[in-house]
């Protein structure tokens, strides 16, 4: 492995996509019985991609952890799909770690929500009612974390969580990860929780596996801190890890 600090993000270089995942799963581990050891329930944020699949499934086989007093929330849905379509974040993680581990309890974003207002206001107030202590994020091909897009995406964002469009790039790399057959299935807009929502996690653990994303690493890494790249956010987090493959480091030689 080969580890480095960008401003306050760790950064850790594994020789495998599975090691990367198993370790990163070890991590998240050691924090929530860390924060467990200082309180009774605890609140995570968990993202919901391909990317994670190692990650999340290490997590929820891993019966030493204590789900039980575990709240986990998600960080975006798409507005207009089926709420039973595979596709959907909520489903994602159903079947990946929400449906699999005991959780205290799972707190969904309604993707069948016939007001997107009412919903992030409802679903704001669950963060807020919640603080978050860890979140499990990943970066898109186009820098964004969550469904915060550059160049739109607000450091200084007052909302939580709020609706947004979808650029184009984002909307691909759904087709790129084989979850929709063409970029015409793909939803246009999505729910997501903004920047400050995620940053106020208390320890942050970013998985970003494979080719696709090793120019937004590069730029993640290597540009300057601003919103045209969302993922570069994170060199300002006090406890933050990026975890890299060699495909998605590829560019950082």
């Known amino acids: 492995m080969r580890s480095f600090t960008k401003d306050k993000l760790k950064v850790n270089i594994y020789p495998s996509r599975a090691e990367m995942g198993s370790a990163a799963a070890k991590d998240v581990k050691a924090a929530i019985l860390r924060h467990l050891d200082k309180k009774e329930t605890i609140n995570m944020i968990f993202a919901a991609a391909p ?24 960080m975006d849905e798409y507005v207009g799909l089926d709420k039973n379509a595979p596709q959907g974040f909520g489903n994602f993680l159903r079947s990946a770690i929400f449906g699999v581990a005991p959780f205290k309890s799972v707190n969904y974003i309604r993707i069948d929500a016939p007001d997107a207002e009412e919903e992030c206001r409802r679903y ?103 919103p045209s790249c969302p993922a570069s956010v994170l060199r300002t987090h006090a406890c933050a890890t990026l975890y890299l493959d060699p495909d998605s480091a590829s560019l950082l030689v």
């Open 124 to 226: 704001s107030k669950l963060l807020s009612e919640n603080p978050v202590d860890i979140v499990v994020l990943g970066i898109g091909e186009n820098g964004h974390i969550a469904f915060n897009d550059p160049p739109f995406a607000d450091f200084s964002d007052e909302r939580l969580v709020k609706p947004v469009k979808l650029d184009e790039v984002c909307r691909n790399q759904q087709v790129n990860d084989g979850c929709f057959a063409s970029i015409d299935e793909v939803p246009t807009h999505a729910l997501t929780l903004t920047v400050p929502a995620l940053m106020s996690g208390k320890e942050l653990f970013c998985i970003v596996p494979a080719k696709t994303k090793a120019k937004a690493i590069y730029k993640t890494l290597r540009g300057e801190i601003t």
């Open 51 to 74: 990317s994670q699949n190692e990650v999340l499934a290490n997590l929820a086989n891993d019966n030493e952890i204590p789900w039980g007093r575990v709240n986990a929330f998600h």
